[in-house]
């Protein structure tokens, strides 16, 4: 008998997702993407901690964590929050993995911040009828409000806006997704933000484009810090190890959905 949680996803799935074990696989200090086995040994060897990008051009975040790396189990949960509508996934399971993953910077963050969730175009939230990001910070802030009284986090979603209705970003390579991005989101209420730590929300970190973008903007408009917490977190296919426990990958899971080759464009769109 397959069980069924109040999410409304199976406890076999649920099961199959694992935390990212940062001591198993060496990470990024800044942007958290898993470094190969020669980057992780040249880090190692020269005592660095953030991946080739960030030194050369490091972000205005101070760090990305998330709770999962973005595999086939991920993705479904996911897309039936995104795709299918279904916030039970994010008030009762996404929600509290995002929670999870906001405990990482808890000796590092301000004891006070802002949580900022990054915003949608507003006719695409309009048309979805939600923004997948904002359901998520609501269902972590509340979940942590219970687990680290002292720890002052204020949802804001007015203070920072997304401008710009971008292209969808799967087919473009990094630095078109930076070009894409630019002049999308935009600080309306400067006053809440200037000399605060800011914790941008969202549910998957891919590139890290729309990340660096939000916290450029947010860091010129006087924001003290920061911080980027999601869901999951793409890591390069080269350095992923296989699993034998989950459903067949060959239908493209553990490829982000605006990641996607030409094949993937038709789905990706109609979604979008």
Not at 79 to 102: C, N, P, S, T
Not at 119 to 134: M, V, W, Y
Not at 154 to 183: C, I, Y
Request: glycine share 4%.
């Amino acid at each position: 008998m397959i069980s069924i949680n109040r999410a409304g996803v199976c406890e076999a799935c649920v099961a199959r997702v694992e935390a990212q074990d940062e001591g198993h696989n060496m990470l990024c200090s800044r942007c958290g993407d898993a470094l190969g086995m020669e980057s992780a040994r040249f880090a190692s060897a020269m005592r660095i901690t953030e991946c080739t990008m960030c030194r050369l051009a490091p972000p205005e975040f101070a760090r990305a964590v998330a709770y999962a790396e973005y595999d086939a189990e991920v993705r479904e949960m996911l897309h039936l929050l995104k795709f299918d509508g279904v916030r039970e996934v994010a008030k009762h399971l996404l929600g509290d993995w995002l929670a999870k993953a906001m405990l990482k910077l808890e000796e590092q963050a301000a004891r006070e911040m802002i949580v900022i969730p990054v915003p949608l175009f507003a006719a695409r939230e309009r048309s979805r009828g939600f923004n997948q990001s904002k359901l998520l910070a609501e269902a972590a802030v509340r979940r942590l409000r219970k687990l680290r009284r002292g720890w002052k986090l204020k949802l804001d979603t007015n203070s920072f806006a997304r401008v710009k209705d971008t292209r969808a970003l799967f087919t473009m390579q990094p630095h078109e997704r930076r070009k894409n991005l630019r002049g999308a989101f935009r600080v309306t209420d400067a006053q809440a933000i200037r000399g605060r730590e800011v914790l941008l929300i969202d549910d998957i970190m891919t590139t890290g484009a729309t990340a660096r973008e939000c916290a450029r903007v947010l860091t010129r408009a006087g924001a003290a810090k920061v911080w980027v917490a999601t869901v999951a977190k793409v890591q390069p296919e080269s350095i992923r190890v296989p699993r034998t426990d989950t459903f067949s990958e060959s239908d493209h899971s553990m490829v982000a959905r605006w990641d996607a080759g030409p094949e993937l464009h038709a789905e990706a769109q109609a979604s979008l």
